[in-house]
């Protein structure tokens, strides 16, 4: 595929008035070609306005052709084949192997959502009858389905170039929906992000629909994103990235004449407690656990959002001993490319200010990488009194580094997750015998994460129908949602009741005849597709 340096617009390559930018390889910090050319904001609104001009014809699409259009998606992205793992490889340093599963998770992801599409349970269909002869008063005819909210604005991660990008997550979801996507690249990997809006695009014509449903724009980050979350014609935005600006793009949101949700997943820390159980094993089994741990820190470069930053591990011979495992499997561990200069320049910040704090040690440090910007990997530990006092050791550190806190007691324990904010996941090592703790602890990060992992580690997100990667601020904006599996289409949607319309200017959704074969709650009742239901009889 050739690649414009331009964004896409409803269809058409569309050259920007403002500036250029140009993705760089941060294994070398070489600029890579083409250029980019950045749109104007008033050039933006062209985007919008498509996109306000689609919402009509595509939030109404039928089951088959809507589900189709994703699945065409997928088909599309995978065939532009190992040109879209070599362009990305080269945007983001991150080996071929990663790419291919991410890949693999992008095209997956969709066809899921096609099939939520094919089976509607997401349109929330409820029906209560008519009740002419019910006393007191009578009963009118009252139906409930879910819509569309409207155009979405996307904002591309950079740690994820594909299955957070320009036909990732919130993408896929909000198309899934019935909602037209304005997609913001991330100007780090903005050929990626091209190749994949041609793919979008072509799905876009073959299936015949408005041709607003879809944009790519390219701008300055912070000018053009605020003036697409201003625009009235965005009704929701799907954001990944730092908190600094998640937070400006809620302020934002909520400034507007018409407020709008922003879907915003930000900073994690991810805390994994080890228990006293989980160390009882031979050293064989301590330095297996240690390894573990070091390879969930480091792999990617330590760039995940669910990277464990924090291990809690008790005061004890046992608890020595893996901390000095794990001090000699980070000493084994050599940096990896981070995905630009910025990250790996903001993580030798962290690192540094969090090596300054009064009672932090280095645990464990590997070594430098061979290419730009791959700093050496390391672990530091304190106590968990430290811990408590000093908030610099709550700071997220974006890369291959994180906190060992010593704990003497339970309650210890109890009081630093306590102390925790908002949190993705919370990862538990333990035993049969620890579940008594456990059992206390387990109230306290109902509060604070979204998701409880026992004798695992947080990375690597399962996409399907039960997952929940969100949670409490600052992990993200809203807890209620989720950003990864089926139930993130909810973000984009809202109730709409009728009450005694006629047959006939109803929604197809809500028909008596229910041409879309649904599952339908009927006065209460899960009637399921296959049963057909004599509604107000």
Known sequence: MT???????????????????????????????????????????????????????????????????????????????????????????????????????????????????????????????????????????????????????????????????????????????????VFKAHNAHP???????????????????????????????????????????????????????????????????????????????????????????????????????????????????????????????????LAAAVGRAVAACSGQTMLTEGIAGSWNAGTEALGRADGVEVIGQGTKGATENAPAPTIFGTGVQQFVENHVLHEEIFGAASLVIRYSSVDDLLQAASRIEGQLTASLQLTEGDYPTAARLLPVLEQKVGRIIVNGWPTGVEVGHAMVHGGPFPATSDTRTTSVGTLAINRFLRPVAYQNLPQELLPASLQDANPWHLNRRIDGEMVPANEKAEVGA
């Open 191 to 321: 050929g990626t992000s091209e190749l994949v809006g041609q793919a979008i695009a072509k799905a876009v014509k073959d299936t015949g629909l408005h041709p607003g449903v879809f944009s790519l724009i390219y701008g300055p980050g912070a000018s053009i994103g605020q003036a697409l979350v201003s625009d009235p014609a965005i009704k929701a935005v799907g954001f990944t990235g730092s908190q600094s600006a998640g937070v400006a793009l809620m302020r934002t949101a909520a400034a507007r004449r018409e407020p709008i949700p922003v879907y915003a997943e930000m900073s994690s820390l991810n805390p994994v407690f080890v228990f006293e159980g989980a160390l009882a094993g031979d050293a064989g089994e301590i330095d297996a656990l240690a390894r573990q741990y070091v390879a969930s820190v480091t792999g990617s470069s330590g760039q995940l959002c669910t990277s464990p930053g924090l291990l809690f591990a008790p005061e004890c011979e046992a608890g020595d001993r």
């Open 3 to 181: 690649l414009t340096g331009h964004s896409l617009i409803a269809g058409q390559a569309v050259v920007g008035g403002g500036k250029t930018t140009c993705g760089f390889n941060p294994a070398t910090n070489e600029a890579l070609e083409p250029a980019y050319s950045l749109l104007t904001e008033e050039q933006l609104k062209a985007a919008t306005a498509a996109a306000k001009e689609a919402y009509a014809s595509f939030s109404t699409l039928d089951p088959e052709t809507h589900a189709a259009f994703l699945d065409a998606i997928a088909d599309n992205i995978e065939a532009i084949g190992d040109e879209l793992i070599v362009r990305a490889g080269q945007e983001t340093g991150l080996p071929a192997a990663r790419l291919q599963g991410e890949r693999a998770r992008t095209t997956g992801q969709l066809r899921l959502f096609a099939n939520v599409v094919r089976q509607g349970d997401f349109r929330g269909v409820r029906i209560d009858p008519a009740i002419p002869d019910r006393a007191p008063l009578p009963r009118a005819d009252i139906r409930q389905r879910q819509i569309p909210l409207g155009p979405v604005a996307v904002f591309g991660a950079s740690n994820f170039p594909l299955a957070f990008s320009t036909a990732g997550g919130d993408t896929a979801s909000a198309l899934a929906a019935g909602c037209p996507v």
